[in-house]
């Protein structure tokens, strides 16, 4: 069975880093062709893709937030991880992670992030 | 970077009717992804490889296009069919989503 749970601060302040942790089980991010994705959605908006980690380390990113974004994992402890740097209000919102192919097959339940001075 | 476009964006339809959700691809895609995403919950992958029913998926739902042109269709709307709709591809390096199709029960 695939689950996947987010975890994150809930609340912030602008210009901090952001730090998100994706916990899975029932599959391995070092098997061949597995990858975990990150997507959020502002809440009442659409969903955006944010960015992807493979088996084999490779990583993708959304190029409008690329400078922004680090993704990474440790593979033993079954987790992903993304950081995102200089927050501001814009990245309010629910904060998915999904295990992936060429679409994204498991989501998490998706953990809210607000920013807020 | 390839932007996907749905149409409509807003929609009702009544018990029964067959309802047509379109997604337009900036340039060719390969392949269509459909997601369903209700409330308060996450999204569902729904149709996969353009046609392909995810598990549990009612088979009057169907999915098809190519290159530019892609939708996904119900037959005989039924009231668990209300939700947002969304579409996504993957053309190296990037995975997008189209901005949702919003399916209201009339």
């Known amino acids: 069975q695939v689950t996947l749970k987010e975890s994150g601060p809930g609340i912030l302040q602008p210009s901090q880093t952001l730090s998100l942790t994706c916990t899975f089980s029932g599959f391995s991010l070092s098997t061949y062709g597995m990858g975990v994705g990150w997507i959020r959605q502002p809440s009442g908006k659409g969903l955006e893709w944010l960015a992807n980690?493979?088996?084999?380390?490779?990583?993708y990113y959304n190029p409008s937030l690329k400078n922004r974004l680090t993704i990474s994992k440790d593979t033993s402890n079954n987790q992903a991880f993304l950081k995102i740097t200089n927050v501001d209000t814009a990245d309010t919102a629910t904060y998915y992670c999904?295990?992936?192919?060429?679409?994204?097959?498991?989501w998490g339940q998706g953990v809210m992030v607000t920013v807020s001075s | 970077e390839i932007v996907l476009t749905q149409s409509p964006t807003t929609m009702t339809a009544s018990p029964g009717e067959k309802v047509t959700i379109t997604c337009r691809a900036s340039?060719?895609?390969?392949?269509m992804h459909w997601y369903q995403q209700k409330p308060g919950a996450s999204p569902k992958p729904w149709i996969y490889e353009t046609s392909k029913l995810a598990s549990g998926v009612p088979d009057r739902f169907s999915g098809s296009g190519s290159g530019t042109s892609y939708s996904l269709t119900i037959n005989n709307m039924e009231a668990e069919d209300a939700a947002t709709y969304y579409c996504?591809?993957?053309?190296?390096?990037?995975?997008?989503f189209g901005g949702g199709t919003k399916l209201e029960l009339k």
């Open positions: 996504q591809q993957w053309n190296y390096p990037s995975w997008t």
């Open positions: 999904a295990r992936m192919g060429e679409y994204f097959d498991y």
């Open positions: 340039s060719s895609v390969s392949y």
């Open positions: 980690i493979w088996w084999d380390d490779d990583k």
